[in-house]
């Protein structure tokens, strides 16, 4: 059966899976050796696969032994999922008229006054970036994306998390691709920094405290104009912005960091988070030192032992899995 015949993806069921539920829904209850039989896959990955349906709602296992596995009336259990997927939509719905309600709401302020400083020089960016961390005693929480205006690297952040202060930063995978990047972020993690790697950052900012945060009017490239903004509802916002995008964001692990039960080396750890936080194929096997093709064989190997078919099966497998 060819990919683009399985429709199930739209309500969160994995290629492979929707194979297997086809196969399991043909015939009479199967064990997990028939499916083995018939469709040539290991009995792990099909255990993997039968659990999952049967986390849909999708298949059921009988009792008795040998055990076997039953299909579902596709109707109603597609249904469930699709009402699901509804639900799913309108929290995103929901979600982005409130970040509207931000939108509109920095549009509306961003004007001397009113706890907002209009910034219009990378000069003045630079003093304020500068000034927000040294106000800081507790944390700074960033969402790092292009384009840049200050040279990248950020000494100061080092003596402050000597200091003590917390660091949590979202990147984009966009920033990490820029040669030498990769690099710093890995030295500031094994200095303290807490860094996440996110698709999509809708913005830029940092903000110190919860009380001030720093961020551009836009995101075309040269920035002009940023705001600092202290201690209003909008700033609440932000931080709530960041906190959401925060649970979603792929753990960036240092490499070397200690196992947490999985059967992966220090080195397969570490592809997987790269692998998981969106960065293209060229830019880890630069990192790691390593040909492309090297590379995919051992992605491959990854994606094998956690049952998944690409990237963001593997992250739904690994966080559940504990393995990030």
């Known amino acids: 059966m060819e990919n683009d015949?399985?429709?199930?993806?739209?309500?969160?069921?994995?290629?492979?899976?929707?194979?297997v539920y086809r196969t399991v829904l043909a015939g009479p209850p199967v064990t997990v050796?028939?499916?083995?039989?018939?469709?040539g896959s290991g009995a792990e990955?099909?255990?993997?696969?039968?659990a999952r349906l049967r986390g849909h709602g999708l298949v059921s296992r009988l009792s008795g032994r040998p055990t076997r596995w039953a299909a579902v009336s596709?109707?109603?259990?597609?249904?469930?999922?699709?009402?699901?997927?509804?639900?799913?939509?309108?929290?995103?719905?929901?979600?982005a008229a409130e970040l509207e309600a931000v939108y509109r709401a920095l549009g509306e302020t961003a004007r001397p006054g009113e706890g907002v400083e209009v910034l219009t020089s990378a000069d003045e960016l630079g003093r304020w970036f500068a000034r927000l961390q040294q106000e800081a005693t507790e944390e700074i929480m960033s969402l790092d994306r292009p384009p840049y205006v200050l040279a990248h690297g950020n000494p100061l952040q080092h003596t402050l998390l000597g200091r003590g202060v917390r660091y949590r930063t979202i990147y984009a995978p966009?920033?990490?691709?820029?040669?030498?990047?990769?690099?710093?972020?890995a030295g500031l993690?094994?200095?303290?920094?807490e860094a996440r790697v996110l698709a999509g950052l809708p913005l830029k900012m940092s903000v110190a405290d919860r009380r001030i945060a720093l961020l551009?009017?836009?995101?075309?490239?040269?920035i002009t104009r940023s705001v600092v903004i202290r201690g209003t509802t909008l700033v609440d916002a932000l931080v709530t912005l960041f906190e959401g995008l925060w649970t979603q964001a792929v753990p960036l692990t240092a490499a070397g960091s200690e196992s947490r039960g999985d059967p992966l080396d220090a080195e397969d750890r570490r592809i997987l988070n790269l692998l998981l936080s969106g960065l293209k194929d060229e830019t880890i096997a630069r990192q790691l030192g390593t040909s492309t093709r090297s590379l995919r064989r051992r992605m491959r190997a990854i994606l094998d032992e956690l049952g998944a078919e690409n990237r963001f099966q593997a992250g739904v497998q690994a966080v559940r899995r504990g393995w990030v």
């Open 5 to 19: 015949e399985l429709v199930f993806g739209a309500v969160g069921v994995a290629p492979f899976d929707e194979r």
């Open 216 to 222: 551009p009017l836009h995101l075309d490239s040269p």
């Open 74 to 95: 596709p109707t109603a259990a597609l249904a469930a999922l699709v009402r699901n997927a509804h639900a799913d939509l309108g929290r995103v719905t929901e979600t």
């Open 174 to 185: 966009e920033s990490l691709e820029i040669p030498g990047n990769l690099d710093d972020v």
């Open 189 to 193: 993690s094994q200095a303290g920094e």
């Open 45 to 50: 990955r099909l255990q993997s696969a039968l």
């Open 33 to 39: 050796r028939d499916l083995a039989e018939r469709t």
